[in-house]
């Protein structure tokens, strides 16, 4: 029940990143999916995120029309990073949560933003990518940290209908 819950919401990231938020404009959003990596990371060991990861990386590489591979390299190594810095960190703090995505969404957009400077067919100068991944980073800290207790609360509450699920079932697990 918990990988459906995890493919919903990755399809729904997708989906409304590629569809609504598509073209950019003035406001230069970042992944959607970068907070939900932390996520992943934070709260769920890696046999219950890496397939979630590794769908929802094939889908953004596939729909994004850049580099095969991007997507999903940077989500597994962000995926890595978090669960290396939780390991000294306090998952429990305010500010933590905030941090992480900040640095994910750092991480991610350089990523993403650096293999289009490398592999551009005209010269394009390094400078030129600073007021994007710089509005990037600040829309991801704004914002991110809502993402993420949306994620929390939908994680709570399917767990909440899974246990009343099997509660309502008897011993011989008939209604």
Not at 31 to 55: C, E, K, M, N, T
Request: hydrophobic share 55%.
């Amino acid at each position: 029940m918990i990988y459906g819950y995890h493919l919903i919401v990755c399809l729904f990231l997708i989906i409304f990143q590629t569809t609504l938020l598509a073209g950019g404009g003035p406001m230069h959003l970042y992944d959607l999916l970068a907070p939900f990596v932390v996520y992943l990371g934070v709260h769920h060991p890696p046999r219950a995120a890496i397939p979630i990861l590794v769908l929802g990386g094939l889908g953004m590489d596939g729909i994004s029309g850049g580099v095969f591979g991007v997507y999903l390299s940077a989500y597994l190594w962000m995926y890595v990073g978090v669960r290396w810095a939780i390991q000294y960190l306090q998952v429990g703090n305010v500010i933590l949560l905030p941090l992480l995505v900040t640095g994910g969404v750092v991480f991610e957009s350089l990523v993403v933003a650096f293999s289009a400077v490398v592999l551009a067919s005209a010269s394009w100068p390094v400078e030129s990518m600073f007021p994007v991944v710089s509005k990037q980073v600040l829309w991801g800290a704004v914002t991110g940290p809502f993402l993420m207790l949306f994620f929390m609360r939908g994680q709570r509450a399917v767990d909440r209908a899974r246990k009343s699920f099997y509660a309502e079932r008897g011993p011989s697990r008939t209604p």
